[in-house]
């Protein structure tokens, strides 16, 4: 090969060999290198964000109250009685705290007969004696369902002829509670006498959150949390 001929092959040589020579780089840049490094820092951060969960997203907030709690506090029924002293008196009754726990009581609450014999005077006068147990055992002890053998209390006898009365000696919640003296005292009571007249209230326990909350022995946080927003805690009296 002639001197001239070289001198006219070298510069595409030169020319070829570096495209070779860049394309086995490329290729083995592809075949090592980890895709993840050659993202960008908001690449990797988006990844691992979306694989964690963090306890500060999920946790509650402290002090929150319940959900029901706070439905019952924000009900229109709580608001309109939250500064009743009766219904305030009645809530701190230890007595009362006490019934609350128990369905034949909570149930007995809202229902009708009761709330009417409730504005009873003759009724009444039965728990101030103490009496309430001596009509349902007078009852149950009858071979019919009438009211005719109650006629050894003059009070009993006064409500001989009351439908109201006449169901709720057939009615096993009231029966259980008769002969409990905190029930009695309760009925005898003025605040339950004055509640028991008032829609709010056999409204309030009528509700599923109410009657929950007094099972529960949550009912007495109600008035101490009413009792804070309203300038300061009630304290129970036992």
Same mark, same amino acid.
């Given at each position: 090969m002639s001197t001239t001929t070289v001198r006219r092959l070298r510069f595409p040589m030169l020319i070829g060999g570096g495209i070779i020579a860049a394309g086995v780089l490329v290729y083995f840049a592809n075949g090592h290198i980890n895709s993840q490094k050659t993202q960008g820092a908001i690449g990797q951060r988006d990844v691992y964000r979306d694989g964690e969960v963090k306890a500060a997203d999920v946790a509650a907030t402290p002090g929150a109250a319940p959900v029901a709690m706070? #439905?019952? /506090?924000?009900?229109?029924e709580f608001q309109s009685l939250a500064k009743n002293p009766a219904f305030s008196s009645l809530m701190n009754n230890g007595a009362f705290l006490n019934l609350a726990t128990n369905t034949n009581f909570v149930n007995l609450l809202s229902n009708s007969q009761f709330a009417s014999l409730m504005r009873n005077s003759a009724f009444i006068s039965l728990a101030?004696?103490?009496?309430?147990?001596?009509?349902?055992?007078?009852?149950?002890?009858?071979?019919?369902?009438?009211? #005719?053998? /109650?006629t050894q209390n003059s009070q009993i006898q006064a409500l001989a002829n009351n439908s109201a009365f006449t169901s709720l000696l057939h009615n096993s919640n009231f029966t259980s509670l008769a002969s409990n003296s905190a029930f009695n005292n309760l009925v005898a009571s003025n605040a339950l006498q004055s509640l028991m007249t008032n829609s709010a209230f056999t409204n309030l326990a009528s509700q599923s959150s109410f009657q929950n909350a007094m099972l529960s022995g949550s009912v007495a946080n109600l008035v101490l949390q009413a009792g804070e927003g309203s300038g300061g805690p009630a304290t129970p009296h036992h």
């Amino acid at each position: 090969m002639s001197t001239t001929t070289v001198r006219r092959l070298r510069f595409p040589m030169l020319i070829g060999g570096g495209i070779i020579a860049a394309g086995v780089l490329v290729y083995f840049a592809n075949g090592h290198i980890n895709s993840q490094k050659t993202q960008g820092a908001i690449g990797q951060r988006d990844v691992y964000r979306d694989g964690e969960v963090k306890a500060a997203d999920v946790a509650a907030t402290p002090g929150a109250a319940p959900v029901a709690m706070k #439905a019952i /506090l924000e009900s229109k029924e709580f608001q309109s009685l939250a500064k009743n002293p009766a219904f305030s008196s009645l809530m701190n009754n230890g007595a009362f705290l006490n019934l609350a726990t128990n369905t034949n009581f909570v149930n007995l609450l809202s229902n009708s007969q009761f709330a009417s014999l409730m504005r009873n005077s003759a009724f009444i006068s039965l728990a101030q004696n103490n009496a309430l147990s001596l009509a349902a055992a007078t009852s149950q002890n009858s071979s019919q369902n009438s009211t #005719a053998s /109650l006629t050894q209390n003059s009070q009993i006898q006064a409500l001989a002829n009351n439908s109201a009365f006449t169901s709720l000696l057939h009615n096993s919640n009231f029966t259980s509670l008769a002969s409990n003296s905190a029930f009695n005292n309760l009925v005898a009571s003025n605040a339950l006498q004055s509640l028991m007249t008032n829609s709010a209230f056999t409204n309030l326990a009528s509700q599923s959150s109410f009657q929950n909350a007094m099972l529960s022995g949550s009912v007495a946080n109600l008035v101490l949390q009413a009792g804070e927003g309203s300038g300061g805690p009630a304290t129970p009296h036992h």
